[in-house]
């Protein structure tokens, strides 16, 4: 059974930096797709970044045009976990954050993932 496990959120000033993990277990996820979106209340999920596998030990990155230059995600395939590294944190990126795999290539659509994690609270101070 995959199981996918957030941590590392919690409260920061604004301009500060957090380091998402997502740890996955119950299968070897070299090559799913995993990545993370955002939720705040009232509002859809937000795609946030993603990797894929592209071949032997290759990933592509793709992050949201609202985190460019910001956040930088990354995967560790041994240890099965992605990270989201989130520096100069705005107020309006407070939100929780799930992690997501999928099997297939991936997408920035959150119904593209058939697994999701419980989700992590971000929050940011201004």
């Known amino acids: 059974q995959v199981q996918l496990v957030e941590s590392g959120g919690g409260l920061v000033q604004a301009g500060g930096s957090l380091r998402l993990s997502c740890a996955a277990s119950?299968?070897?996820?070299?090559?799913?797709?995993m990545g993370w979106f955002r939720q705040v209340p009232g509002k859809e999920r937000e795609f946030v970044a993603a990797?894929?596998?592209?071949?032997?030990?290759?990933?592509?990155?793709v992050h949201a045009d609202s985190v460019k230059g910001r956040f930088s995600i990354s995967r560790d395939i041994a240890k099965n976990t992605v990270y989201l590294q989130m520096n100069r944190l705005k107020p309006e990126d407070a939100a929780v954050y799930y992690c997501?795999?999928?099997?297939?290539?991936?997408?920035?659509?959150?119904?593209?993932?058939?697994?999701w994690g419980q989700g992590t609270q971000v929050t940011v101070s201004s």
């Open positions: 990797t894929r596998w592209t071949g032997g030990s290759r990933y592509y990155a």
């Open positions: 997501v795999a999928d099997r297939n290539p991936g997408s920035q659509f959150p119904d593209v993932y058939e697994y």
């Open positions: 119950g299968g070897s996820f070299r090559s799913y797709a």
